[in-house]
């Protein structure tokens, strides 16, 4: 069965409405974390060398794979609010606190596939073609592949951080297998969801990102319930 | 000839009828009074245009039944009325795309189903906002365009070393030269400059 776009948004939006401070918390102390990780990246910039490159690819994604855990806490406060529960903001520091190991797992292939989603562009890129029009033709088609391989991915992985938080004996790879079971034939629905949020995000951008502080906690509320209803669906 | 007893009609419905206990008659108003609310029509727009232009009642009075959602405001949909107010007034400033952004964006999130009154009307002045600004944006290029500024400052731009750190802030004080050169006499109004 469908799972309608329109109306998670709107259960999500029911939820948020009367109770934005403690989000605000929640997607400020995210964002904040986020800001501070890309001025981390930033101190090792890159100085033309191969190994400067790498080395810089490599600390962003231990950053990234760290910045999941507490993206894995906001994920919990959010469907707890959805479920009506109450939830502080050291909800934030579960996932660090309990069984970190199976959100880096997750996270560790989330960033795994990202990378092979992207491989292809990011060897063709090195080589050139002798003609610019097909370079900028193999590498559209490549970056359009590598998009749509990743949000596939990613849709599939998305449950996954979910199930962690409601069964905690619940392992990282039981997890994945069953986040891909639940989202077999429902992929287009959560990209769609997800899509559905560009007009924020640009309307975000245009705030000078202040704007992420109020969509982060739609975006993550809307996420937690597609997550209810495929458990209702099942 | 018998005569029956002069019994006067009651037809006051909300007076005991004749021949009815008082039990039955507080029975009878309650039920009248269930009928009544059942029958009200609290969803249709009708109602409530008309209940709130009456200035009847108060918000969130249990004797009429739940505020629609169209007649509700929320903390969102003041913030984003606020936006929109700022998004007009600092049109003149170029801010309204700051303002006019986080007006659309509160205005969006402010609804559950559908856009409250005051939301819509901010959507609208954040709208006009965001818009004057994309005008302003486009005209200027416009002008710049049509005026041979452009060319006049990209061929400058190609010549330029731009391993210059000044390179940014020369380009900057020719676009403005290149400007008042070709507008200085219109910019000054007065004539004066002769």
Same mark, same amino acid.
């Given at each position: $069965?469908?799972?309608?776009?329109?109306?998670?948004?709107?259960?999500?939006?029911?939820?948020?409405?009367?109770?934005?401070?403690?989000?605000?918390?929640?997607?400020?102390?995210?964002?904040?974390?986020?800001?501070?990780?890309?001025?981390?990246?930033?101190?090792?910039?890159?100085?033309?060398?191969?190994?400067?490159?790498?080395?810089?690819?490599?600390?962003?994604?231990?950053?990234?794979?760290?910045?999941?855990?507490?993206?894995?806490?906001?994920?919990?406060?959010?469907?707890?609010?959805?479920?009506?529960?109450?939830?502080?903001?050291?909800?934030?520091?579960?996932?660090? $606190?309990?069984?970190?190991?199976?959100?880096?797992?997750?996270?560790?292939?989330?960033?795994?596939?990202?990378?092979?989603?992207?491989?292809?562009?990011?060897?063709?890129?090195?080589?050139?073609?002798?003609?610019?029009?097909?370079?900028?033709?193999?590498?559209?088609?490549?970056?359009?592949?590598?998009?749509?391989?990743?949000?596939?991915?990613?849709?599939?992985?998305?449950?996954?951080?979910?199930?962690?938080?409601?069964?905690?004996?619940?392992?990282?790879?039981?997890?994945?297998?069953?986040?891909?079971?639940? $989202?077999?034939?429902?992929?287009?629905?959560?990209?769609?969801?997800?899509?559905?949020?560009?007009?924020?995000?640009?309307?975000?951008?245009?705030?000078?990102?202040?704007?992420?502080?109020?969509?982060?906690?739609?975006?993550?509320?809307?996420?937690?319930?597609?997550?209810?209803?495929?458990?209702?669906?099942? | 000839?018998?005569?029956?007893?002069?019994?006067?009609?009651?037809?006051?419905?909300?007076?005991?009828?004749?021949?009815?206990?008082?039990?039955?008659?507080?029975?009878?108003?309650?039920?009248?009074?269930?009928?009544?609310?059942?029958?009200?029509?609290?969803?249709?727009?009708?109602?409530?245009?008309?209940?709130?232009?009456?200035?009847?009642?108060?918000?969130?009075?249990?004797?009429?039944?739940?505020?629609?959602?169209?007649?509700?405001?929320?903390?969102?949909?003041?913030?984003?009325?606020?936006?929109?107010?700022?998004?007009?007034?600092?049109?003149?400033?170029?801010?309204?795309?700051?303002?006019?952004?986080?007006?659309?964006?509160?205005?969006?999130?402010?609804?559950?189903?559908?856009?409250?009154?005051?939301?819509?009307?901010?959507?609208?002045?954040?709208?006009?906002?965001?818009?004057?600004?994309?005008?302003?944006?486009?005209?200027?290029?416009?002008?710049?365009?049509?005026?041979?500024?452009?060319?006049?400052?990209?061929?400058?731009?190609?010549?330029?070393?731009?391993?210059?750190?000044?390179?940014?802030?020369?380009?900057?004080?020719?676009?403005?030269?290149?400007?008042?050169?070709?507008?200085?006499?219109?910019?000054?109004?007065?004539?004066?400059?002769?």
């Amino acid at each position: $069965m469908k799972i309608s776009t329109s109306t998670i948004k709107q259960t999500a939006r029911g939820t948020l409405i009367g109770h934005w401070n403690e989000h605000i918390a929640f997607s400020a102390a995210l964002i904040g974390l986020e800001l501070i990780a890309v001025w981390i990246v930033n101190l090792f910039a890159v100085t033309g060398t191969a190994t400067a490159f790498i080395f810089r690819i490599v600390v962003a994604a231990i950053l990234q794979v760290l910045l999941g855990l507490f993206a894995a806490g906001a994920k919990r406060h959010f469907l707890r609010s959805l479920r009506g529960e109450a939830s502080p903001l050291a909800d934030l520091l579960v996932p660090l $606190m309990k069984q970190p190991d199976r959100y880096l797992i997750v996270g560790l292939v989330q960033i795994a596939a990202g990378f092979l989603c992207f491989a292809p562009l990011l060897l063709v890129s090195l080589f050139r073609f002798p003609n610019a029009y097909v370079t900028l033709a193999v590498l559209i088609v490549l970056s359009i592949f590598g998009i749509a391989a990743y949000a596939a991915v990613r849709a599939t992985i998305a449950p996954a951080w979910f199930l962690l938080l409601d069964d905690e004996s619940l392992s990282a790879g039981a997890a994945l297998k069953k986040s891909a079971a639940l $989202m077999r034939g429902r992929v287009w629905d959560l990209i769609r969801l997800a899509l559905s949020f560009i007009g924020y995000v640009l309307l975000a951008f245009l705030t000078f990102g202040i704007g992420f502080v109020w969509v982060l906690p739609y975006y993550y509320t809307s996420l937690a319930g597609f997550y209810e209803e495929l458990c209702k669906q099942i | 000839m018998s005569e029956e007893p002069f019994e006067p009609k009651q037809t006051d419905p909300s007076k005991p009828q004749p021949g009815e206990s008082y039990a039955d008659y507080l029975k009878r108003l309650d039920d009248a009074k269930k009928k009544e609310e059942e029958a009200r029509d609290y969803g249709s727009q009708e109602y409530w245009a008309g209940f709130m232009d009456s200035g009847r009642g108060r918000s969130g009075d249990p004797n009429y039944g739940p505020i629609p959602e169209e007649y509700t405001m929320n903390g969102m949909s003041k913030a984003a009325f606020l936006c929109g107010i700022l998004s007009l007034v600092t049109i003149v400033f170029g801010f309204s795309i700051f303002f006019g952004a986080f007006g659309i964006l509160f205005a969006l999130l402010s609804r559950k189903k559908k856009f409250g009154r005051q939301a819509r009307i901010a959507l609208w002045m954040n709208g006009i906002g965001v818009a004057a600004f994309v005008l302003t944006v486009v005209l200027a290029f416009y002008t710049l365009i049509s005026s041979g500024i452009w060319d006049t400052m990209m061929k400058k731009i190609r010549g330029m070393d731009m391993n210059d750190p000044n390179a940014a802030a020369i380009i900057e004080q020719e676009l403005l030269d290149e400007i008042l050169n070709k507008y200085g006499m219109q910019m000054s109004g007065s004539g004066s400059q002769v």
